[in-house]
Structure formats: C-alpha cells, structure tokens
C-alpha cells in the first residue's frame, strides 16, 4: 500500500525558547486527538492520528515557525473537516497563526476547485487581453429599478462583471425576484445596443433553505454567476454550489466576516484564507480589500492573495483575484502593472462619484486598462 | 404604521479623541451602504439604511463605547445578514470589537432560538435538581466498537450526555453509521441495566450534500441529539436544524473556528458569538473552554456567555452553557458554586485519567454534583 501523503501546516507560534517545543506537541494533540499525551496509549493513534512537528524554526521576531503534519485521513476528506483540523481548537488558543498550507494532488482533487476559473471567465465574457472590469449594484436601498437603471449603465458603459452590493438580499425595499429581474432586464437591453452581454452576478444571501432554489432561479433567469459571502454562509456551501451541475455558474466569493481571522499574531494568514482555502473550495474569483483604500490590508498581503489564487496547484484552476474595498480609479494603472493581466477590478465609489455620467465613468474606467 | 425597531449594536473602538467620531461614523456606512457619505444622496437612504450613532463614551483604556443602530429590514430579517450588519465589513478593519447587542421583541421572534433548551433538555434526561453531566467520546483514532465500549461505560456510570468527539466525522477508520449504531446499542444496553437512557450526540461534521441526511438517519436509529460546530458548518444551518420539525433533536453547539473572533481589540465578544448569537441561532447547549482548561478563556468572559445563554430574551428559551476544554474533576464543586445549578459540565481527560475503570470515574463525577 502506498504511503499515504499528509497535510503540510505551517504555524507562526508566538513562545519562549523554553515552552516552544511544548506548544508545537499541543497543536498536534489539539487538532486531533484533544487529550493530554498520557491518554495517547495506543501506538497506532500516537503514529497515524496525532500531529506530528516536522520543523520548528526561530523567527528574527521572537516568534517561532513550527511545521505540523496531519494524516490526510483524519479530515474524512471534506472542507469541514480539513478547517477543523488546520484551526478548529487552536482558534481558542492565542499567539498561533496558520501562515501556509500544502496539501497533496490526491487530496486536492477530492474538492475540484473552480469550475471556471481565470480561464473559463475569460471564454465567459469574452476577454483575453485585458483585465476584467466588476462594478457593484450600489448603495443599499435603492429599489430594483433604481439599481436596474444603474446596471443598464455600467453594462452600457463596457463593465464586463456587474455584482449586487454583498448586503443586498430579499429586504422589502428591494426584493431578490425584482432586483434579479430588473437587472437582467437591464443587461439584455445593454448587450442588445452593444453586442456584448456584461455578467450580472446577484449575491445569494438568505436563509438556508432558500439559497439553492434562489440560485436555481437565478440560473434560469440568465445571471451571469453568483455572489456569495462563504464565511456567513458556509465555506462548504460555496463548494457545493460551485460543484454541483444544477448550478453550474461562475462563483464570486466575498470576504464579509473573515477579517477577524486575518489577525497579525492569531488566526489565518490572508494567503491561505482568502486564497488556498477559497480557491479550494471552489470561488472562481475572490473579492479582497486592496491596500490604499477604506481597509488596512497590506501590499505584502495582497500579493499573497494574488499568489495563492494563482499559483500552480496540482492542475487545479486558477481563480481571479479581485480587489476592492475603495479602489481608486487612478490607481488603476499602476495596479495593473503590480498585479497583471490576470486581475478583475472592482471599482464602486470612485467610478460613481468620477461625474454624474455613469456611462461616461464605465467607458473612463475600461480605457484605463485598454 | 408603528415605528420600526432598531438593532442596537455596541461596537468597542480603538481610536483617539480627534478621530473616533469619523470612525463611528464610519461603522454605520460601512455595514449597511458601504460607500463614502457624499454618495450617500437619497434622504431615504440616509435616514432608513445608514446606520445611526446613538452614543459614544469615553473608556478608561483608551478606546471608545460606540452605540450604533441599525434597521432590523436591512437584515432580510435573516441571519446571515444579521451576521453581515453587524460584522460582515468591519472585520475587515481593526480595532473593532462588537461588545454587546440588543435586539428586539419581534425581530427576535423570527429565529425561534432554542428548541428544547434548558427545561427541554431538563424532561428529556429527567434530572431535575443538579447540574447535567457531559462527557465525549475520545480519543479519535478508536474504532466504533472501541467507542461504543467507552460509551457503555460512561452511560452505566451514570453520565447525562455522551457526545462524539467534534473531530469525529465519516473517517474510514471510524465511519459514521457504524459508530452511531455501536454507540447507540451501547445506550441500550446501559439503560436496561441502569433504567435510565443517556442521549448519546452523534457529531455531524460532513459535506454539505448529506449532512442533513445524517441527521434525520441519527434520528430514526435513535440518537438523543446532534453536536454540529456552527462557525465551521453554517450559523444558519444550525439554526435551520434546530428549527425544521423533520429533525427534531437538541443541538449542542461546538466552538470549533470561533476563537478568532473572540480576540480583546478586534472581533466578536464572548458573549456576544458564544451566547447571544448561538442561542438564537437555535442551539439548546454551547460549549465553550472554561477558564483554568487548556484554553486562555478569563473566569470573566465564561460568565458573560452564562448570561448571555440564560437571561431572559424576550420568551426565548434560554440555552445550558457547558464549560469544558480542560475541567480537571477537583473544580467541580467550585464551578457548580460559581455556576449554578443550569449548566452541563463536559469533562474528557480528567475522567478518563482518574483510573482505568471507567464507570467508577463516571460514578465519582456524577457524586461531585449531587
């Protein structure tokens, strides 16, 4: 039998020289196990179940990298069971920080990944030579006509990817049936004067229940994909949503909630956060704040983000990084020379406050990267 | 038509005193319109949709007391977008911790909260008069029939509720099915000796497609509730499986994943995620790692989720908290002192240590409470 291939976490663990080999044994019982080393009796649980620290290095900032492998087996092979792993308990703790994760190609083609990825949105909306333009459905509290009217605009405008405002869900000023309706009206009406038809992406946040009908509806009504916020949600939801082929559209994942974890000393590096895990769990595109805007994201941070959606992954896609978060349209070329030509900028503020033309303001933002 | 309620949210917020009312500010926009206040144009919007600044105080450290209210119709009036208004954009911001929350009558009566909760669970395992006794099956690794024997044990000597241990899932070392039923004959059997039958609690930790076809086969084979673990499978999920008739069972709620909001500067207060919050997402018990465990929880912050589970909540059923991750079996007397006579120690290692007779370690855990 083949030996079986483990998953590679990689922790920033803040200890004295004195405690630090302790702690790193406590992540291995911690994650697993979750009894003291003297309930540990059987050989073959101490071996094949509790973690194990391959590598504990010194930091130059009085922190510690300890390298832990688990047994791929333990997770039972599901996206729940992996986050347990990786930071279920040790979450409760303090001071430890999961900064990097490799997994194996076997274990990594359990979970499929994005079903479209970079490549498949560019077949999509028709683009190769540039990167994708996204405009959100803004501010909330316009009512479905309101936001169709504006749809109508960006997508006139050339907006490749329009996306409702991630707080949009069924509220009474704006119910999901309508909105989803008046902006698809919108684009068929745009695309019909353009000859190109932009994406419109509803955001899917509702009870448990309804999500998945509301998807199928969305589907058959013509959205162009989805906007889901997997930490409110459910990071297996979006897996399961963006696998399954009922649904079989281009998934948008937004960061609400995860920024309690992208912590300095505690919680989960942006890295493997907003990319690996996201990617993994099957976002064709991830939305993230940029630095320089509205959040205290770093350039370092971003470019870790970048990195992880993108990277090779034992031949999983890759899915498109998208930042946001006050994004200002005359960053935009010097953004684009950081980030590439694989990017999706998702502009809001700026581009509606550039003039009261917001038509005019969509066809400024695509010159940008033309 | 009568006013609308208000969500009343109470942010703690690192700032100085030349920017914290920018800052305050700046949480209202950012959880509801999320665009710069010039954009901001429809009178509506900014009086219905932004959220408003009630009050801001001083603190002794430094930081500020922020009250802001919401509208509770921006919400949908469902939970993850409860969960996005109060958190979802601020996370990604630091110094911002929601401290404290207020909801209303009505707004309250649409989550249900609790099914069975503390006087549900009282009738279902007929003890009345003492603290309920909690203990989990471990550690991973052991096979069904190893866990079903330690499950015997545990329910002849007298333990309340046995529960898998939150890392347990459909390992192939230890599938699902095969455990729940070793578990649940070893129930049998302990009740026709005893005559009184422990709730055994499978743990559904799964892929979302057969989760809720794990719960509903648990059920018909007889199991006395679930452990789910909301933070890493759905808030909402838990709150639907505590709410849907066709499920039925108590919910104990595991606080896998939620420690990194329960950071001091910047997250979710304890007894705003782990009381308030699961209560209403339905769960009828709460685990969380008591202080003097293997978890850095202050004495302080195990109080405020006792309260936040049992004060009273406008009718809603009040939730048994049940303190664990490393409760040695000498402190029990103190705790129960402490904690009253509505709580549910769960204790794992120290019961398992005491000696290698299982059910006499049982026996003098269950002698500690009465």
Known sequence: MAQEERIIATYRVKASCRDIEEKAHDICLEQTVEVTDELVRDQWIRERIVGTVEKICQRADESYEVIVSYSENITGYTLPGLLNVLYGNVSLKSGIMLDNLELSRTFTSRFGGPRFGIEGLRKLTGVFDRPLLAAPLKPLGKSPEDLGRLCYELALGGIDLIKDDHGLADQSFCPFKERVNACLDAIDRASRKTGRRALYFPCIMDR??????????????????????????????????????????????????????????????????????????????VIYPNFCGRFPFTRNSCITVNEALKRPFHGMKSAFPVPAGGISLSSIPELRELFGLEVVFLVGSSLFSRSSDIRSNAEHFLSLVK
Chains 1, 2 share one sequence.
């Open 208 to 285: 448990y229940e309804i999500m998945e009908e509301n998807i199928l509806w969305s589907r058959e009504q013509g959205a162009g994909g989805i906007l889901v916020s997997p930490m409110i949600v459910g990071m297996d939801f979006m897996r399961y949503i963006s696998r399954d082929d009922r649904f079989g559209l281009p998934v948008m994942a937004h960061p609400a909630l995860t920024g309690a974890f992208l912590n300095v000393t505690h919680g989960i590096s942006h890295g493997v956060l907003l990319g690996t895990l996201m990617r993994l769990s099957g976002a064709d595109m």
